[in-house]
């Protein structure tokens, strides 16, 4: 397991990239962290994960849903909607390198490497997702 004072350190120099703006950086940092990220993820406090799966399943009961993970990261949501039933899961992050890592968990239908914005996404079809 990766030591936690180095993602802490590494998580401190993403904090000042996003202050910066540059979201190429960003990106950079996290096709550069995506494996320390995802060892360490579940040991530094984060709950967002648990909330928001949890919202999920308040106002998706339906298991056959098609659900877009959008900024999936390593996929540690996928991975939670996954373990609570939900079959169809696709994922979209500007991050190939955490893409690389959320496709070995193998809970996800497809995986599209993209920026969220105002450009329409290739690969996904409207009005699909809920």
Not at 69 to 90: F, W
């Amino acid at each position: 397991m990766a030591d936690n004072k180095l993602y802490i350190k590494e998580r401190d120099i993403l904090f000042e990239i996003m202050q910066s703006g540059d979201n190429e950086e960003v990106i950079r940092w996290y096709d550069e962290n995506a494996i320390l990220y995802d060892e360490q993820f579940n040991s530094c406090g984060f709950i967002y994960h648990l909330t928001t799966t949890e919202t999920v399943c308040k106002v998706a009961p339906d298991k056959t849903a098609v659900i877009l993970d959008v900024g999936a990261g390593s996929g540690v949501i996928g991975k939670l909607l996954h373990d609570h039933g939900y079959c169809t899961i696709d994922a979209v992050d500007a991050s190939e390198g955490m893409l690389k890592i959320a496709a070995q968990k193998n809970i996800y239908r497809s995986l599209t490497c993209a920026k969220i914005g105002t450009e329409p996404i290739k690969n996904l079809k409207e009005c699909e997702y809920l």
